[in-house]
């Protein structure tokens, strides 16, 4: 429904949010802190991120450029360029094993084997000088002991589930005989090659036009819904995350400032910065000469040690304390957490 | 009128896939850009003819008569048994820039493999590593690259010079020295392509796909060697083609100065030895392997120019 509302047709098959059986859960991150140490100080990029994914779960993450997202997955993967990166500190608990804490050799086991990941622009994540067979054949053959030919047909098997059309005659092409949807396609076979349990998407969808959006955003939760996969969707775009996911984290400067079940957020957002998103976002059903309202200010410099809430320099409802001492995720409702010093319904603290 | 219609109902049946013209592989386009640089395929045609004097003249001359010494006809000039003359001692020039141009010639082509998989190695492991790997191996090039060459070529030629003894492949005898001869080539003359990986390294190992490949579980090798490298294998062609062109040089200087390949095996350059004795008397000893040096040469570098041009993407047109 509210998909619907911006502009995003659901995908979600009726009834899926009722009666669910409790999942375990896959990947518990917890206090994940990552710096940058770079020429100008250091980047707080990720603050004491704390989260979890179960089983067969879309989670999406969202927040406007430069606000983490990307950093706390790529952390969890150590995919980070160390240095000038550092993970300061945290755990990410994946079954019982701390993934920060694994060695280079063993994150090879668990890279494109259990977690996989696709990234943002289809255009420059695939090798322009390999063809697409040697691309998806490379996960399998990292990970399995398949020889050349049954990689082949395990690669053509896998073009044909994400809809590309004469797969096993595509197999030699080179990445720029496709079309941006088509790559992200590829990228996706690619991910999928070894079944991972986790996916984490890296705002796939926001180097393509609407209706190629569509068509990946429905894939992937048709494909998700067929493997049993968890799912991290990044983006920046409320609209798709209304369409796919379970859960939502919102992301303000490093922090994670509120989650929540998608209906509860979008029905009832507490945090001031998820209520100033909300409000930012064009809707289907309301007047079209209103003016769509912005938040004024810009982020907080990453440069500067955290102090208070991150928000508070760009918040309505700031109060004396929110300048002086940063506000814990603490739960305020089922499956709904917020960081804040504010009841912004009541106004008064909470 | 007709016409227009009747073209348009061709276009309106034409199948899907002979609409567009099928994408120009690399290959084809590569080729289609070398063609129209009129020097380098006129370099190409010149090196396929020298190729075909020293290793299609092998079938009309026997290595022995190369070899064959006859004071008597010392510094014969050119004449009908003779066609480019006898040297000091007699022996047949012709027989020999047949045989010394293989050996030029593929001491040109061992010399640059050796170059490369250096200059690769160097230059992929600092490229992509980074830090201090990357701070030692460029202080070791560009330590090497601050000692002249030609004196380093020297140096080594003199030290390594007669340690190695005599081979046989495949029925034919040559000198020890032409081994250490490629060896030092080799050595002496990565260094500008280990900067030049290097680089591309540096700039390519920036990419969302060598990410993408590391989110896939693929070893760091893997990335180097499948993913990065075919990258800049462009540079690499183009300096390793230059490279044979240098390496012939290399050897003619060494062999001038009579460090280089053994008598009685011939290159072009051993045959220059010598020479400088009788530039005005006999200008038959230096005329001919100094020709053959400077069309083999000449002729590479064109090539290489226009592999440069052909190979680069941001050349203008197709």
């Known amino acids: 429904m509210w998909a619907m509302v911006y502009g995003m047709p659901s995908t979600r098959a009726a009834g899926q949010f009722e009666a669910k059986l409790p999942m375990s859960t896959l990947l518990e991150v917890n206090e994940l802190r990552t710096r940058f140490h770079t020429p100008e100080g250091i980047v707080y990029a990720v603050n004491g991120v704390s989260f979890q994914v179960d089983e067969g779960e879309t989670l999406a993450v969202v927040g406007e450029s430069g606000c983490g997202k990307s950093v706390s997955m790529l952390s969890i993967l150590q995919l980070i360029p160390i240095p000038p990166g550092e993970i300061a500190g945290g755990t990410a608990l994946y079954g019982s094993r701390d993934l920060l804490k694994m060695t280079e050799a063993e994150m090879m086991t668990i890279r494109g084997k259990e977690i996989a990941m696709i990234f943002q622009d289809p255009m420059t994540s695939l090798n322009p000088v390999l063809t697409i067979g040697h691309q998806i054949t490379e996960s399998l053959r990292v990970h399995t002991s398949l020889d050349r030919k049954a990689a082949e047909q395990k690669a053509a098997e896998l073009l044909d589930t994400v809809g590309i059309p004469d797969a096993a005659h595509r197999l030699g092409d080179y990445p720029h005989q496709f079309s941006g949807g088509m790559r992200q396609r590829v990228m996706i076979a690619m991910a999928l090659a070894c079944g991972p349990s986790l996916l984490i998407a890296d705002e796939p969808t926001t180097a393509l036009d609407v209706t190629i959006q569509a068509q990946i955003v429905e894939l992937v939760t048709k494909i998700r819904n067929e493997e049993r996969m968890a799912v991290i969707w990044i983006t920046h775009d409320l609209g798709v995350v209304a369409g796919i996911a379970d859960r939502v984290n919102v992301m303000y400067a490093g922090f994670i400032v509120e989650t929540a079940k998608v209906f509860s957020l979008y029905e009832n957002p507490l945090h001031p910065y998820t209520n100033a998103l909300i409000g930012a976002l064009p809707r289907v059903d309301r007047r079209r000469d209103k003016r769509l309202k912005s938040i004024s200010g810009a982020p907080p410099s990453l440069l500067v040690e955290p102090h208070g809430c991150p928000f508070a320099p760009r918040c309505d409802h700031v109060i004396e304390r929110c300048r002086i001492e940063t506000p814990q995720l603490l739960p305020v409702g089922e499956a709904h957490s917020v960081a804040c010093w504010v009841n912004i319904h009541s106004k008064g603290p909470r | ?318």
């Open chain 2, 1 to 318: 009128m007709d016409n227009i219609l009747e073209a348009q109902k061709k276009i309106a049946t034409l199948a899907a896939d002979e609409l567009e013209t099928p994408p120009l592989s690399l290959k084809q386009l590569t080729w289609r850009r070398f063609k129209r640089h009129k020097m380098a395929v006129a370099g190409l045609v010149v090196l396929a003819l020298l190729i075909l004097y020293a290793f299609g003249g092998a079938l009309f001359v026997s290595e022995q008569y190369a070899n064959y010494n006859d004071t008597r006809l010392s510094l014969g000039a050119p004449s009908a048994t003779h066609l480019f003359g006898t040297d000091s001692i007699g022996r047949d020039i012709l027989a020999r820039t047949i045989y010394g141009g293989q050996i030029s010639l593929l001491i040109g082509l061992f010399a640059v493999t050796i170059e490369t998989v250096f200059g690769i190695l160097v230059g992929a492991l600092a490229g992509y590593y980074g830090g201090w790997i990357d701070s030692l191996l460029m202080r070791f090039t560009e330590a090497m690259l601050n000692i002249p060459e030609i004196f380093l070529l020297i140096v080594m030629a003199k030290f390594f010079g007669g340690k190695i003894p005599e081979l046989t492949i495949l029925g034919r005898v040559y000198s020890g020295s032409l081994v250490v001869i490629i060896v030092i080539i080799g050595l002496t003359s990565w260094m500008y392509l280990a900067r030049i990986v290097r680089a591309e390294f540096l700039s390519l190992k920036e990419n969302e796909f060598v990410l993408a490949a590391r989110a896939t579980g693929t070893s760091d090798k893997g990335i180097i060697f499948q993913h990065i490298l075919p990258n800049c294998v462009a540079p690499i062609v183009v300096t390793a083609t230059l490279g044979v062109a240098n390496a012939i040089l290399s050897e003619a200087y060494i062999s001038f100065l009579g460090l280089g390949v053994q008598p009685p095996t011939a290159t072009w350059g051993n045959m220059l030895d010598g020479a400088n004795q009788y530039i005005e008397s006999a200008p038959w000893l230096w005329f001919f392997p100094g020709l053959l040096i400077l069309l083999t040469v000449l002729s590479i570098n064109y090539v290489g120019d226009g592999l440069r041009d052909a190979l680069d993407p941001r050349g203008r047109a197709i």
